[in-house]
Nanobody
Framework: QVQLVESGGGLVQPGGSLRLSCAAS????????MGWYRQAPGKQRELVAT???????VYADSVKGRFTISRDNAKNTVYLQMNSLEPEDTAVYYC???????????WGQGTQVTVSS
């Protein structure tokens, strides 16, 4: 069982920035593909960005050029740098860890991001 602990959410004005962190409780973090997803009220959970065990990244079209996902295998942590935030980015952001085998899949508890003036 892998525990994922997110941090860094909060309230920010439009155009501002936040950095989310997700710490994983596993000694084999490098074998996991990591991702950030979000869920706005009344909407389905959606992909924001992923970074594979080989550091290949994928982004949702809505965040390309504004968000950057990265990982630090030495710290068992994945980050999401969010710049030029918009009210439409308001959601609960969830960290996801999927073992490269595809067998194991874990979710964090979520962190709220609110973009409002």
């Amino acid at each position: 069982q892998v525990q994922l602990v997110e941090s860094g959410g909060g309230l920010v004005q439009p155009g501002g920035s936040l950095r989310l962190s997700c710490a994983a409780s596993t000694s084999i973090f490098s074998f996991y593909d990591m991702g950030w997803y979000r869920q706005a009220p009344g909407k389905q959970r959606e992909l924001v960005a992923t970074v594979t065990s080989g550091s290949r990244t994928v982004y949702a079209d809505s965040v390309k050029g504004r968000f950057t996902i990265s990982r630090d295998n030495a710290k068992n942590t994945v980050y999401l740098q969010m710049n030029s935030l918009e009210p439409e980015d308001t959601a609960v952001y969830y960290c996801n860890a999927r073992h490269m085998s595809g067998v194991y899949n874990y979710w964090g508890q979520g962190t709220q991001v609110t973009v409002s003036s």
